[in-house]
């Protein structure tokens, strides 16, 4: 693999190779055991020119993980300030001495574009509305580990769909691996495109699912909060109740408390969003394991 800029490079043995060796570096890191060191002496730099939490923090750890230095380019601070080109600032941190590149970006296309720029492998971190291929891996992964098969699961995917990089990974990812995908949401966050599965309401939905994925509203990216919206889209306690016993609730994060999902949702024994998070390291090191070398990790 010389790049991971797309989820829908990948058809369903790469997708489920990535997921086993995933699942198997949360198992080995769970019981303390050592994992090999792919990127000894390598150098992976996060170069986020956009906020986060959990991707950020999960390729620091992941790289660190394999062995590899790390270079973490932080906007705020950084010469892009003073007026440096994204092009600039790309080539300056591959004559650095990066040996991989991670990039999030609010434009769609500028992993690819970078990629082009420094001829150096890179991993999508998230670019615009386009994708985030390793956020579709981490949920793969956990919904693997949760319910041992993915073949058959109906997920629904709820809410600010359009204007979601995630959804945009997932659409891709889950049907490819047997996982029957719905779409819920107001008519105007649904994607355009006859490809993909038909829309229902939520209420209607609810009960025919084993995993409810609610999505933040992007409001970066044009998306408002509205009464209705949180009256129709949000899950509460309440429509949870119409979900059989054994669904489960996922979110990527960041979530807002409170319009697409109630605190006692998002904190109930059904929420798996705790360990989306948790598999977020093992899910990026079989990401950048898989870039390091030719012997096949993928
Ligand atoms: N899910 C996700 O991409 O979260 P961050 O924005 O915190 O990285």
Redesign the pocket.
């Known amino acids: 693999m010389k790049d991971f800029l797309t989820i829908r490079a990948l058809g369903r043995s790469d997708l489920e190779s990535l997921i086993d060796r995933a699942a198997g570096l949360r198992d080995a890191i769970g019981l303390g055991e050592p994992v090999e060191q792919r990127l000894l002496g390598r150098c992976v730099a996060n170069v986020f020119f ?9 390729f620091d750890l992941a790289a660190q993980r394999l062995g590899a230095h790390l270079l973490t380019f932080d906007p705020a601070t950084a010469s892009t300030s003073k007026g440096e080109s994204v092009r600039d600032t790309a080539i300056t941190i591959a004559a650095l001495g990066a040996d991989i590149l991670v990039v ?1 970006h609010a434009e769609e296309g500028v992993p690819q574009l970078i990629a082009d720029w420094t001829g150096l492998p890179v991993v999508n ?2 670019d615009g509305t386009n994708e ?1 291929p390793t ?1 579709a891996l981490v949920d793969a992964v956990t919904l693997k580990r949760h319910f041992g098969e993915l073949d058959g699961l109906r997920v629904g995917i709820v809410g600010d769909i359009s204007h979601s990089r ?1 959804a945009g990974s997932l659409v891709h990812a889950l049907p490819v691996l047997g996982v029957d995908v719905k779409l819920i949401g107001p008519r105007e966050w649904l994607p355009p495109g006859a490809h993909l599965p038909a829309a229902i309401s939520f209420d209607e939905a609810l009960p025919g699912l084993d995993v409810v994925y609610l999505l933040r509203v992007q409001t970066e990216r044009g998306g408002a909060i509205t009464e209705s919206y949180v009256r129709d889209y949000q899950l509460s306690l309440t429509r949870s109740s119409l979900l059989r016993e054994d669904a489960v609730i996922m979110h ?3 979530m807002n408390r409170g319009v697409e999902i109630t605190d006692d949702v998002a904190d109930s024994p059904r929420s798996l969003i705790a360990e989306q998070v948790r598999n977020g390291v093992p899910a990026r090191m079989a990401v950048l394991g898989a870039l390091a070398g030719s012997d096949a990790w993928l």
């Open positions: 956009e906020p986060s939490t959990r991707t950020r923090l999960s999030r971190a998230g985030h956020q995630v990527p994060g960041p």
